[in-house]
């Protein structure tokens, strides 16, 4: 399985301001993943980041809310922006590494709380 | 949008006794995975099924899928204290990588 260096694993914010957290994967893959699960839920995706392309976008998320850069196939930013108490939540990369199968890794988590 | 749906929600046992959980989906899938994770933190894969398959063992865990109810069910035997963990099931389908995660199952293994 891939290993994701995923940070900051947490962090309390002031509403209003933004959050970059980053993904750090040790080999190459084309597609990374970004949830979110929200206190005491499930995931719930958010989008998904190409290299090369714009993230795409589940229903519900917009990229002015969540930007997201894929500046190579080893790397990966999601970005809260203009945040609000309600973004408190645990957000997480994921990648598939599998060539004949799936093989999910994902990274710890950040765990973000908006004040 | 939520695919599987875990039952029981949550699920207290006593150290010793076997733990079941069960996680419906709605649409075809081309695998079930289970996951665990502790105290809001990372997940841990913990089996894959794949959707021609119908049964999976891996030490103490034994998971079963039926296809033709759209469920599947995990079932960890002899439990541990260790084992206390939030677990939830996810499907990939179509020509998809993504997962669509279930609501999850808590489970508190009392020692």
């Known amino acids: 399985s891939a290993v994701i260096s995923q940070k900051p694993s947490r962090d309390i914010c002031q509403r209003g301001t933004s959050l970059t957290i980053q993904c750090q994967v040790d080999s190459q893959v084309t597609m990374m993943f970004w949830y979110r699960q929200q206190p005491g839920q499930s995931l719930t995706l958010i989008a998904t980041a190409n290299q090369g392309s714009e993230a795409t976008y589940e229903s519900g998320f917009v990229i002015d809310k969540f930007p997201i850069s894929r500046p190579n196939l080893t790397f990966s930013t999601l970005t809260v922006s203009n945040m609000s108490p309600e973004d408190s939540s645990i957000y997480l990369c994921s990648v598939d590494r599998g060539r004949t199968t799936v093989d999910y890794t994902f990274g710890s988590g950040t765990r973000l709380t908006v004040v | 949008s939520q695919q599987g749906e875990e039952d029981p929600q949550a699920l207290s046992i006593q150290e010793g006794e076997n733990a079941t959980m069960n996680c419906s989906y709605k649409?075809?899938?081309?695998?079930l995975q289970w996951y665990r994770q502790n105290s809001g933190r990372g997940l841990v894969h913990l089996i894959l099924?794949?959707?021609?398959?119908r049964e999976k063992h891996s030490g103490r865990l034994r998971v079963t899928l039926d296809t033709s109810k759209k469920s599947s069910s995990l079932l960890i035997t002899a439990s541990r204290a260790a084992d206390t963990a939030s677990y939830f099931c996810?499907?990939?389908?179509?020509?998809?990588?993504?997962?669509?995660f279930g609501k999850g199952t808590k489970l508190t293994v009392n020692p």
């Open positions: 099924i794949r959707s021609n398959e």
């Open positions: 996810a499907t990939d389908s179509g020509g998809s990588e993504k997962l669509v």
């Open positions: 649409t075809s899938i081309n695998n």
